[in-house]
Nanobody
């Protein structure tokens, strides 16, 4: 059974940092791409970043480039999202998601429909 469990959300002031974790189980880490999405109230789910160890890429949304960093600890099957210089507009529920067998260049990584498995989400609130 595939499981994704997020942790690390919370309340932080603008300019601060948080690190989200996604503990994954039920698949071979090399066979999947794992992404982070976020959804603010009244907004669509937005792809933030994605990593594929087998393809050697991370991808980032323009809104977070230079501020967020995605990484993985393959021994622990865990993906991290380090979020620095947080802004109030980063406030959202953050979700970890995964899909199997990503292609070498996958332009669909920000599309929610691309993902087969989702975590329960963790709230990130950035105060001004």
């Amino acid at each position: 059974e595939v499981q994704l469990v997020e942790s690390g959300g919370g309340l932080v002031q603008a300019g601060g940092s948080l690190r989200l974790s996604c503990a994954a189980s039920g698949f071979i880490f090399d066979d999947v791409a794992i992404g982070w999405f976020r959804q603010a109230p009244g907004s669509e789910r937005e792809g933030v970043s994605c990593i594929s160890r087998s393809n050697g890429w991370p991808y980032y949304a323009d809104s977070v480039k230079g501020r967020f960093t995605i990484s993985s600890d393959n021994a622990k099957n865990t993906v991290f999202l380090q979020m620095n210089f947080l802004k109030p507009e980063d406030t959202a529920v953050y979700y970890c998601a995964a899909y199997r067998f990503p292609s070498r260049l996958d332009t669909n990584w920000p599309r929610a429909w691309r993902y087969d498995y989702w975590g329960q989400g963790t709230q990130v609130t950035v105060s001004s």
